[in-house]
């Protein structure tokens, strides 16, 4: 049993030597990574410094020549979005002029109607009548009636004729059942 105490021991040994070599083995590799990690970015940087203003000058020309290509493009897509556009203002136009036209059309034949069931007369008989009082007017004329310049303008005429007295509508309306009433009693009586 003491022997195996004493290999025991020495496997210990020769493994934490071995292990220890190892270990500053990795240290150093480590390190040497850094070390080259850390010259890679300085060199990296000075070529930056050294052709960034070259680079940068490269990318200002390709960035004015996309800028034109991209405003042709705009350009060309702008006269397509306009002419659209009018095209589009230029339907709306026609559509609310055609609207308005036929709501003023309906709003005058609402208006007639409502003359006529008041009983105003139209243009049309207006005109037709004053065409009958000149063609009566020229008749009288040549049958020998008075001679136009004796005549009363007809303003004057109707001026100078005895006026109707005119009950308005309200007092017609309120006057009606009292005769009625009146009526009725002089039945019963």
């Known amino acids: 049993m003491a022997k195996f105490k004493k290999t025991a021991s020495k496997k210990t040994t020769a493994k934490a030597t071995g292990s220890q070599a ?10 040497e990574s850094a070390q080259q990690i850390w010259l890679a970015g300085v060199g990296a940087f000075s070529r930056a410094q ?53 709501l ?6 609402r208006v007639q ?35 136009a310049a004796k005549r009363k303008p007809a303003a004057k005429q109707a001026a100078k004729a005895p006026k109707v007295a005119r009950t308005p509508a309200k007092k017609v309306a309120k006057r009606a059942p009292r005769k009625a009433k009146a009526a009725a009693e002089s039945q019963d009586a």
């Not at 190892?22 to 390190?31: D, G, I, Q, T």
């Not at 390709?62 to 705009?74: C, D, I, S």
């Open 104 to 109: 003023e059309k309906v709003f005058e034949e």
């Open 22 to 31: 190892e270990a500053e083995r990795l240290s150093k590799s480590l390190s």
């Open 113 to 147: 109607r409502a003359l006529v069931k008041l009983g105003v007369p139209s243009r049309e008989d207006l005109n037709d009548l004053s065409d009958r009082v000149e063609t009566l007017t020229a008749e009288l004329r040549r049958q020998g009636g008075a001679p």
């Open 50 to 102: 050294a052709e960034g203003t070259k680079l940068f000058e490269g990318l200002v020309k390709e960035g004015m020549g996309l800028e034109q290509t991209v405003r042709k493009f705009a350009g060309g897509r702008a006269e397509v979005v306009r002419d659209a556009v009018e095209n589009r203002v230029g339907q709306a136009r026609e559509r609310a002029t055609d609207t308005w036209d036929k």
